[in-house]
């Protein structure tokens, strides 16, 4: 059974940072390109940020673009997201998610989520 | 980026009846090469993490209910529930993966009239 389990979310405040982690298993994570979305509260889901297989390569949605990175650890099942210069606006929960790649880039649809870690960003 | 715009925001359908769930890309998503439509449907219901019901703009996920089916091409796109259960009360969503970055749209709230 495919399980993402998502920690390190908490309160921060304006431009802190946060370390998010993604525990994987029941696949083989080395495998597959993984992905973090958000979704503020009440509000719709975001894409925020992908990565290859391999780590080799990886996107960003604009708005994090030179804030957030992502990374993973094949050795450990992880997949991290990193979130410097932290706003308000980035209040949300975090969910990891493994991704069914339908083309270059890393695009694709998702097939598995998590159950979310929430960020907030306030004084 | 691709905007994708769904409609309505939100509706209330009888038990047992149909309910119909539309989705709008600002531009096709339909990849000439393979006759694919790049776009796929998710539920999530409250306090739960999306699940994904349909890719390929038809192709059900293994499980789902056959309750559930996909219709569209290029830029029009439906998700219908041929017969409504109290367990499909949830939020729905469709997202493009024609082009990067992956977009999402709004939700619609679908609940019991």
Known sequence: ?123 | DIVMTQSPDSLAVSLGERATINCRSSQSVLYSSNNKNYLAWYQQKPGQPPKLLIYWASTRESGVPDRFSGSGSGTDFTLTISSLQAEDVAVYYCQQHYDSPLTFGQGTRLGIK
Not at chain 1, 11 to 16: D, M, N
Not at chain 1, 94 to 102: D, E, V
Not at chain 1, 113 to 123: D, M, N, P, R
């Open chain 1, 1 to 123: 059974e495919v399980q993402l389990v998502e920690s390190g979310g908490g309160l921060v405040q304006p431009g802190g940072s946060l370390r998010l982690s993604c525990a994987a298993s029941g696949f083989t994570f080395n495998g597959y390109w993984m992905s973090w979305v958000r979704q503020a509260p009440g509000k719709g889901l975001e894409w925020v940020a992908i990565i290859k297989e391999d780590g080799g390569e990886k996107y960003n949605v604009d708005f994090v673009k030179g804030r957030f990175t992502i990374s993973r650890d094949n050795a450990k099942n992880s997949l991290y997201l990193q979130m410097n210069s932290l706003r308000a606006e980035d209040t949300a929960v975090y969910y990891c998610a493994r991704l069914q790649l339908t083309g270059n880039r890393g695009r694709g649809y998702f097939e598995y989520w998590g159950q979310g870690t929430l960020v907030t960003v306030s004084s």
